[in-house]
């Protein structure tokens, strides 16, 4: 598919809104984007475009945010978490090509829910960040992003169950996706899963998604940690319903 067959398809201008609130999202709570998009591109791309498109959308704006907030990133919890997320994306690969991802997407929102509503009661762990949960919820999250570019969930459960600051757990979601994607990209461009189609609705839905970056960024600097705490978990629930209900 040429450059003018993709502008002009329809698909193409109902996943640009969808784009620009996900880089909205992406730059202010640091995360989530890709449960925005997911749903909506895998209906209209399919879910290996959808997976590469999102991927490369996310490195692309973490690049861009990286150097405002890596002074806060936790990198003793980051790094062995993003190795772990690494070495279990094979897993997530094989799953993409091999297993109902209706199904899957359904399990995960189950899980999500369950834990989005013990946080929105209030309960926070207070206790130290222990290297085998972290290296558990990395390689969880390195299996889900690889398979349904949705990595997302049970990294923002593991950072909010916590007592950090809302500036350092946006830190932390920026730090660890910009280990797992760039990783994730490198691996699915040697084998092959990343074509020309999906690099050009790339690039055209890059400004969009990066503009909307820029907008939360600048919001995020201006809301409380209350208010970021209210978003990220009404982010989570709204995609753990859309799971069930799909």
């Not at 092959?192 to 907008?215: E, K």
Request: hydrophobic content about 55%; glycine content about 12%.
């Amino acid at each position: 598919m040429g450059f003018f067959e993709i502008v002009g398809h329809t698909g193409f201008w109902i996943a640009a809104p969808v784009a620009l609130l996900a880089g909205f999202m992406r730059g202010f709570v640091g995360v989530g984007s890709g449960m925005l998009m997911a749903p909506v591109f895998a209906i209209l791309f399919g879910p290996l475009q959808t997976v590469g498109m999102i991927i490369m959308l996310d490195a692309l704006v973490t690049a861009q945010l990286l150097p405002y907030v890596r002074r806060l990133i936790e990198w003793r919890v980051i790094v062995p978490m993003g190795v772990m997320a690494a070495l279990c994306m094979p897993v997530g690969t094989w799953l993409l090509l091999t297993v109902d991802a209706q199904s899957m997407t359904r399990a995960i929102a189950v899980v999500v829910l369950v834990f989005v509503m013990l946080l929105m009661t209030g309960w926070r762990y207070h206790g130290p960040k222990r290297l085998g949960i972290t290296l558990g919820v990395g390689c969880l999250s390195g299996v889900l992003i690889a398979a349904t570019s949705m990595g997302n969930p049970p990294v923002i459960v593991y950072f909010l169950s916590g007592s950090d600051s809302a500036a350092t757990n946006r830190a932390n979601f920026t730090g660890y996706f910009a280990i797992s994607l760039a990783t994730l990209i490198v691996m699915m461009t040697v084998r092959g899963l990343i074509g020309a189609p999906t690099l050009i609705r790339t690039a055209l839905l890059l400004p969009l998604f990066a503009g909307g970056a820029w907008l939360g960024a600048r919001y995020f600097h201006k809301a409380t940690d209350r208010r970021y705490r209210q978003v990220a978990l009404g982010l989570l629930l709204c995609v753990a319903v859309y799971g069930l209900l799909r």
